[in-house]
């Protein structure tokens, strides 16, 4: 069962799924925010035995009844008419800054549901590069991290979300879509120079096949393989970097 809790923000309130029991898991929403979908898979993340924390990060912006889509994003038109309707300003508009101080209230929040020891982090799409970075500001909490259909995970700029490897101590489950424009190849050997110079456990592929959103199936990106690894690559994280040692 996924509840609905309020925590309080440096900037305001802001929503949050939160079920299960047990170890902690941040699970970080993607780009079309918290919904049915992403409540199934906070429940999924649960019912292995951890306690799945998943906050409304556009809280700035509204509830996320405000925000959610009005049409069937599994119509590919749909999705695409949604995508140009503001999202990305929301996208742009979490800096830094900002989700580092959001990153605070969840991990604190989680530690009051969770067992203690150690958290996990999962994130989509935007919602990876979240993850990656909550683990470099939260290295004595954060020891794994998921991150699937992640874009914009490699930049030119100072404060790109892979350099926050460095400062990790997190284990990495890296699965990226296929033909991604905002994960290309060649990020993807970036992203495997910095966890091989980190020296920090990983798995890093493309999943052939699998479009951006795979895991998202209220969306016409849907792609039940790639929706199967990712669930499997997490569970075995989790099971292995925050079970084991809690």
Same mark, same amino acid.
């Given at each position: 069962m996924v509840d609905t809790i309020q925590i309080r923000t440096p900037d305001g309130t802001a929503e949050a799924y939160l079920a299960g029991s047990g170890p902690g898991v941040l699970f970080y929403m993607d780009a079309i925010g918290l919904r049915p979908r992403i409540?199934?898979?906070? *429940?999924?993340?649960?019912?292995?035995g951890y306690t799945?924390?998943?906050?409304? &990060?556009?809280?700035?912006?509204?509830?996320?009844?405000?925000?959610?889509p009005t049409q069937d994003l599994r119509i590919p038109e749909n999705r695409a008419a949604f995508f140009q309707g503001g999202v990305m300003d929301r996208v742009h508009g979490l800096t830094p800054d900002k989700a580092e101080s959001d990153a605070a209230a969840w991990v604190a929040t989680l530690a009051e549901h969770a067992a203690d020891g150690p958290i996990g982090t999962s994130g989509y799409c935007m919602g990876a590069r979240l993850a990656l970075r909550t683990a470099g500001w939260h290295s004595d909490r954060v020891r794994a991290v998921g991150g699937?259909? =992640? =874009?914009?995970? &490699?930049?030119?700029?100072?404060?790109?979300?892979?350099?926050?490897?460095?400062a990790s101590t997190a284990s990495y489950a890296l699965l990226h879509a296929d033909k991604d424009k905002g994960l290309t190849p060649e990020d993807v050997a970036v992203l495997e120079a910095a966890l091989i110079e980190s020296g920090r456990p990983h798995v890093? *592929?493309? &999943?052939? =096949?699998?479009?951006? =959103?795979?895991?998202?199936?209220?969306?016409?990106t849907w792609n039940a393989e790639g929706a199967r690894r990712a669930s499997v690559e997490l569970r075995?994280?989790?099971?292995?970097?925050?079970?084991?040692?809690?």
């Open positions: 409540a199934e898979m906070v *429940e999924e993340i649960a019912s292995w799945v924390l998943a906050p409304n &990060v556009f809280y700035r912006d509204g509830s996320a009844a405000d925000l959610a699937f259909h =992640g =874009g914009g995970l &490699v930049t030119d700029a100072p404060d790109s979300p892979h350099l926050s490897i460095a890093n *592929e493309i &999943v052939p =096949g699998a479009p951006h =959103g795979y895991t998202m199936s209220d969306t016409s075995a994280l989790l099971d292995r970097e925050v079970r084991s040692a809690g």
